[in-house]
């Protein structure tokens, strides 16, 4: 299958940092790329929508402000946590959709970013 | 309104046996169902998906089985390995009239040597 690439895979850091995850479809034009956010044992959490080049869609009680995803191009999508808190800490996965070998709309996921605030 | 529902939440099956995890959908007009296996700390996989044109799908020890008229879709583990423990998610898409994802909760499976 088509590969996503997510990094870092893990970060720490203080309280009151920004901390910048990037999503990178490794093999293919990602036309839209998702932002999950999954606590333990619990399933994806969709937080945004983005679609090159055009502002990214939040599902309903998502800060936008807090989470600031960009999708500059049909290979990387950026998801900064601004302003990080400890209830900020979780697993951040993108995943990304688009024209894979010529397969179109299957969803590939990247391997993940744990976030931990101290 | 929850798109999909995946049952059961959680599976405990011996080596060797049969893992079958079962999913409902809404909309009739899903038109992609995937199966993703998820392993602790690592983001989900794509295991096989099924187009609703078909009934059956069968990738080695996975098979989907699919009814239409029922909106029901499951996934079959043949021989399951303690190695297949993992959490698996169904899904359902619009896949040719928008990109849309709807996932199901999740079943944590446990093999059982």
């Known amino acids: 299958g088509a590969v996503v690439s997510q990094h870092p895979s893990w970060v720490i850091c203080k309280s009151g940092t920004s901390v910048k995850i990037e999503c990178r479809s490794l093999d293919f034009q990602a036309t839209t790329m998702f932002w999950y956010r999954q606590f333990p044992k619990q399933s994806l959490m969709l937080m945004a929508t983005?679609?090159?080049?055009?502002?990214?869609?939040?599902e309903q009680g998502v800060e936008k402000d807090k989470f600031l995803i960009n999708h500059a191009s049909l290979t990387l999508s950026t998801l900064t946590v601004t302003s990080a808190h400890p209830e900020d800490s979780s697993f951040y996965i993108c995943?990304?959709?688009?024209?894979?070998?010529?397969?179109?709309?299957?969803?590939?996921f990247g391997e993940g970013s744990r976030l931990t605030v101290l | 309104q929850q798109q999909v529902k995946q049952s059961p939440q959680s599976l405990i099956v011996q080596k060797g046996g049969i893992s079958i995890i079962n999913c409902a959908y809404e909309n009739t007009a899903f038109d992609y169902f995937p199966w993703y296996q998820q392993f602790p700390g690592k983001g989900p996989a794509l295991l096989i998906a099924?187009?609703?044109?078909?009934s059956e799908k069968k990738e080695g020890r996975f098979t989907i089985s699919f009814n239409k008229s029922a909106k029901q879709f499951s996934l079959h583990i043949m021989d399951s390995q303690p190695g297949d423990s993992a959490t698996y998610f169904c899904a359902a898409s619009l896949m040719y009239t928008g990109n849309q994802f709807y996932f199901g909760t999740g079943t944590s499976l446990t093999v059982i040597p």
């Open positions: 995943s990304a959709t688009g024209t894979p070998g010529g397969t179109t709309g299957e969803l590939f």
């Open positions: 983005s679609n090159e080049g055009s502002k990214a869609t939040y």
């Open positions: 099924i187009r609703p044109d078909v």
